[in-house]
């Protein structure tokens, strides 16, 4: 990539060169050609350089705000949606950092649209994490749109609008909220389980007994 752009920057200087003793008769200066070529390159590795460095240091400094909040659960979510069954369902896990498994839960609901039904995951997940005395929670999810409203990166569209609001009253009790788009391989064991809950009508929450005392 470097020998190409030296290539290019060489050839353009001689263009810029060759215009300027044919439309304005400067003395053709080979030497200059070659000072014009190396100072460019220069230029460009150095913008190149401090570009690398600010998306280094912004990178740094996400993963310090990520890892220095001191998250007591996460909450895988998910939603899927049947269609030779014509059912939706939702799922979502919660989990310690350190992987044990507090509680699970699957939930069949008819033929609500996917985008309602994993609101619903989310909110009866933060319910549950909240009877149980969790008050810092990073919740998990596939969908990119959904984390950006819920992050209120974008503005929430009408159906959106309980959610964001749900959101809300959870965090003036308390709950330090976040959520963070990852790759749907993440949470696709919670997929699966939401793909179970459109096969057959089903309700099933099932706790974790050891760690109801955070």
């Known amino acids: ?22 439309h304005q008769g400067k003395n053709p200066n080979p030497m200059e050609v070659l000072l014009t070529s190396q100072s460019l390159l220069c230029r460009y590795q150095q913008a190149f350089n401090n570009s690398k460095n600010q998306k280094s240091s912004s990178s740094q400094q996400s993963k310090k705000q990520f890892t220095n909040q001191d998250w007591q659960l996460l909450i895988k979510v998910a939603a899927s949606n049947n269609r030779k069954t014509k059912r939706s369902g939702y799922a979502y896990e919660a989990t310690k950092v350190d992987g044990s498994n507090v509680f699970t839960g699957g939930t069949s609901c008819g033929r609500k649209p996917f985008c309602l039904a994993i609101q619903d995951a989310i909110g009866e997940s933060m319910i549950k994490a909240l009877e ?83």
């Open 1 to 22: 990539m470097g020998l190409l752009q030296s290539i290019f920057t060489i050839l353009w200087s001689i263009w810029n060169h060759r215009n300027l003793v044919l």
């Open 132 to 214: 149980m005395g969790y008050s810092r929670i990073l919740v998990l999810t596939n969908c990119k749109g959904l984390s950006q409203v819920c992050k209120l990166y974008k503005q929430p569209s009408w159906y959106q609008r309980t959610l964001i609001a749900d959101l809300n009253h959870f965090r003036n009790q308390g709950l330090h909220l976040d959520f963070l788009f990852v790759p749907r391989y993440v949470v696709g064991h919670v997929s699966d389980l939401a793909f179970i809950t459109t096969c057959f009508p089903v309700h099933r929450c099932k706790l974790n007994p050891n760690f109801f005392q955070v």
